[in-house]
């Protein structure tokens, strides 16, 4: 145990030196005493857990790598492969789904706060920061990181990447909106739940969430590049999850695809809902 409360604290130290902060600093923003970042980079403690998501906001590095010193950070995403290519994957015209918020809330995007999960190479988080949304976009894939870097130079705005996976990140804030498009098939099937409730109970009252998620059919034939730890959505999934919320937009279709090179259909499941009570969802 002395040896782990050791290691933490070395990680901790090397961290608040790489960034320039003081013990005076850290322990400023995180509301405790300078003595408490002494103990901890010391060994001879640890920060209280509601502490860690802080911490590693203010340290720019995942929870589990404050613990551990292991990340899922740099560990190859599914599509690293064609991000590293010139061309963008998914092209750089916004999806309609984004294209809907923006057209719901009629204008008033100005300083609201946006969370992209999964941004890929960042089509539809630089569209949202165009649109004047604060965008963080959360994504594991280095290539795919580089791509949204790029496409921000390209396009003059500026979005805060958050190079994590998004299983199990755990988000400091709240958002306006909590936007995700054909990235949630990575959720394991026994943490979708707990997921939700934590998109949920992260949303501003008022503010919605938005996704678009690939369901199965029995006359849709599996995608060709569709991955071992991707899973399908029934039908309905998307309306029970948000069954307490005001449902603005839910719909199925079949669209056309021509990831990997072959033409394919994916059946899919579009919803925009809006938070319309205090709630502490699924908590």
């Known amino acids: 145990m002395c040896n782990t409360y050791n290691e933490f604290g070395r990680r901790i130290a090397s961290l608040r030196k790489e960034k320039g902060y003081t013990q005076e600093k850290i322990s400023s923003m995180l509301n405790v005493t300078p003595q408490a970042i002494s103990k901890w980079e010391q060994g001879n403690a640890l920060p209280d ?20 010193g292991e990340s899922s950070v740099g560990k190859a995403g599914p599509y690293d492969g ?13 999806s ?5 918020i923006v057209d719901i809330l009629q204008g008033d995007t100005a300083n609201k706060r946006l969370l992209d999960v999964g941004s890929g ?44 996976d998004m299983i199990g990140y755990e988000m400091s804030e709240d958002y306006d909106v909590l936007y995700s498009h054909g990235s949630l098939q990575f959720l394991p099937l026994e943490q979708r739940r707990k997921h939700f409730d934590k998109y949920k109970q992260r949303t501003k009252l008022g503010g919605l969430n938005a996704h678009l998620i690939f ?20 039908s309905g999934d998307l309306a029970r999850y948000y069954h307490d919320w005001e449902i603005l937009r839910c719909e199925e279709s079949i ?11 994916h059946a899919v499941n579009r919803i925009i809902a809006r938070k319309i009570n205090a709630t502490r969802d699924g908590f």
Not at 86 to 94: L, T, V
Not at 216 to 231: I, L, R, Y
Not at 255 to 265: K, L, T, Y
């Open 121 to 164: 190479e960042g089509r539809d988080a630089i569209y949202f920061a165009k649109c004047g949304f604060q965008v963080d976009a959360l994504e594991i894939s280095t290539p795919g990181i580089e791509k949204i870097k790029q496409y921000s130079q390209l396009s003059g705005y500026s979005v805060n990447i958050l190079h994590a």
């Open 255 to 265: 669209i056309d695809c021509n990831s990997a090179g072959v033409p394919h259909r």
């Open 96 to 100: 309609e789904l984004a294209e809907q």
């Open 215 to 234: 369901v199965e059919k029995p006359f849709v034939k599996m995608a060709p590049d569709w991955e071992k730890n991707e899973f399908f959505y029934q």
């Open 49 to 68: 857990t509601l502490l860690l998501p802080l911490l590693s906001k203010l340290l720019n590095v995942s929870i589990d790598y404050l613990l551990t």
């Open 82 to 94: 064609e991000y590293q290519k010139e061309a963008f994957y998914w092209g750089i015209q916004p």
